[in-house]
C-alpha cells in the first residue's frame, strides 16, 4: 500500500504559477505509476497529468498541454506538477494518485490510492 499527502496548492493570480507536491510512504514508490487528477465544484474528475514509474513516458491532459508539467522523484518518494501560465479555469482540488503498474493512465478508475487533495485557486 501507499499513503499520499499533497501540498502546494493556495491562492494565485491568473498568469501565475505554482508547484503541486505529493510525498507517497512506502518503500516501492518506484513501482508505482503516478497521476495528478482535478476536480472543480459541480464538475467531474478530471485527468491532468500522470508518469510512468520510471518517469520515462510523460502525459498531460489537453486543457494543460505545454502549461504543466509532471515529474517525479523516486530517492524522495515524491511526484511534483509544476502549474504555469494558470487561468481561472484551472481552479479546483488537486489530487495524487498512485497506481501498482509501471504503465501511468488517464483513467482515474485505474488508480487505487488517492490523497486528501489540495485546492488551486486561479483569481484576480
Known amino acids: 500500500q501507499v499513503r499520499l499527502v499533497e501540498s502546494g496548492g493556495g491562492l494565485v493570480q491568473p498568469g501565475g504559477s505554482l508547484r503541486l507536491s505529493c510525498a507517497a510512504s512506502?518503500?516501492?514508490?518506484?513501482?508505482?505509476?503516478m497521476g495528478w487528477f482535478r476536480q472543480a465544484p459541480g464538475k467531474e474528475r478530471e485527468f491532468v497529468a500522470a508518469i510512468s514509474w520510471s518517469g520515462g513516458s510523460l502525459y498531460s491532459g489537453d486543457p494543460v498541454k505545454g502549461r504543466f508539467t509532471i515529474s517525479r522523484d523516486n530517492e524522495k518518494n515524491t511526484v511534483d506538477l509544476q502549474m504555469n501560465s494558470l487561468k481561472p479555469e484551472d481552479t479546483a482540488v488537486y489530487y495524487c494518485a498512485a497506481r501498482a503498474s509501471w504503465s501511468a493512465s488517464h483513467d482515474a478508475t485505474n488508480y487505487a490510492y488517492w490523497g486528501q487533495g489540495t485546492q488551486v485557486t486561479v483569481s484576480s
Open positions: 512506502g518503500r516501492t514508490f518506484g513501482r508505482y505509476a
